[in-house]
């Protein structure tokens, strides 16, 4: 038996990464998961590893009408929406304020905030009418610390999507709906690709990996409706900024 057994998750930025092994997580307790995301290759081929039953909802989460159209499928198809994993979210390599662009700088604020409210606004329906419900937001240590290395743009549209999933819990509480942001710090995935100076191999097995981050949503979907998780930073012990700074100050153990 699962812990969510004839739960309805659904699962954005479900292709990789972190959405990816959420989603085979979601699923091995039970959920029927519904996988959302641009390329339907990169959905079909987490499916097809799932052990339960799941639907393929490939969508463009900056479109209103797509967003919609999912929500929509589901609520026909399976009857209900338990749990949605807000997760899609993008950057670009030319980030820096000299090299920006503005096409650039819409699609990042798109892509990690007004995808998280097209979202939200989608699914609050059915979570009301249900009187139950939990949103999972994916936002970043980038939501709640100011840096260089994310770029302005995915800063500011992280730092508006917490403030997005806690203005959620203000009103919609009282609906039983819940809304939980996670903030992880660096994951080994394939966004790390962006980067002007992509990690190492090295690197990135310090890091956390997608598995660790999953393992956390799997424990918020699983807590009983009573109980809300506001805000959680997960990060990696081996922390490339702490790093960075105790070699600055000349404090870094030598081995
Ligand atoms: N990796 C990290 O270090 C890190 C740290 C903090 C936060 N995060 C956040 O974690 C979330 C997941 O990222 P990840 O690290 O797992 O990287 P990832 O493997 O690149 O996953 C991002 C996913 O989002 C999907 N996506 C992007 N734009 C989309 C759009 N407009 N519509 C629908 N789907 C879209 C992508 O699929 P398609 O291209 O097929 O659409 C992809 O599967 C993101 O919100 C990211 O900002 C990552």
Known sequence: MGRL????VWVTGAGSGIGAASARALAAEGAVVVLSGRRPEALEAVAAGLPGRSLI????VTRAAEVAAVVDRIHAELGRLDILLANAGTNVARRDWAQLAPAEAEAVIAGNLTSGFLCALAVLPLMRAQKDGLLIHTASIAGRLVGLLS???????????VAMSHAL??????????STVILPGEVAT??????????????????????DVADLVRYVACLPAHVRLDEVWITPTWNRAHVAELERAGMLPRP
């Open 169 to 178: 819990n203000i009103q919609e509480g009282v609906n039983g709906i819940r």
């Open 5 to 8: 057994d004839g739960k309805v």
């Open 57 to 60: 909802a490939p969508c463009d």
């Open 151 to 161: 770029g302005p743009a995915y800063t500011a549209a992280k730092h508006g999507l």
């Open 190 to 211: 394939p966004i790390l690709d962006k980067r002007p100076v992509p990690p190492s191999a090295e690197d990135r097995a310090r890091m956390l990996q997608p598995e």
